[in-house]
């Protein structure tokens, strides 16, 4: 069993940057791939950014290539999402999420077995 906590959501300026953090309980942490997504109101959940176990291979949505930037730190049991030049359509309850299971790209909701509360990122214009 795997618990998720993100932390580091807010209010920011379109431009500005925000840094979210997701801790995780046990002992298997660097077991698991990790994953972040983001849902916006009357929007499904989309796939964001994830990291592989190891964090030698990272993946990124095409909207936010370049701008964010996902890493983990397995002594600390906790991933990163290091947002910069943020714009409004950024805005959403981001997720974090941990799965066992080795994928290509990480980028399905249903391949996930935990997840986060969420934090919530709004970005004003």
């Known amino acids: 069993q795997v618990q998720l906590v993100e932390s580091g959501g807010g209010l920011v300026q379109a431009g500005g940057s925000l840094r979210l953090s997701c801790a995780a309980s046990?002992?298997?942490?660097?077991?698991?791939?990790m994953g972040w997504f983001r849902q916006a109101p009357g929007k499904e959940r989309e796939f964001v950014s994830a990291?592989?176990?190891?964090?030698?291979?990272?993946y990124y949505a095409d909207p936010v290539k370049g701008r964010f930037t996902i890493s983990r730190d397995n002594a600390k049991n906790t991933v990163y999402l290091q947002m910069n030049s943020l714009k409004p359509e950024d805005t959403a309850v981001y997720y974090c999420?941990?799965?066992?299971?080795?994928?290509?790209?990480?980028?399905?909701?249903?391949?996930?077995?935990?997840w986060g509360q969420g934090t919530q990122v709004t970005v004003s214009s």
């Open positions: 046990g002992r298997t942490f660097s077991s698991y791939a």
């Open positions: 999420a941990a799965t066992r299971t080795r994928d290509l790209g990480y980028t399905r909701v249903g391949l996930y077995e935990y």
């Open positions: 990291i592989s176990w190891s964090g030698g291979n990272t």
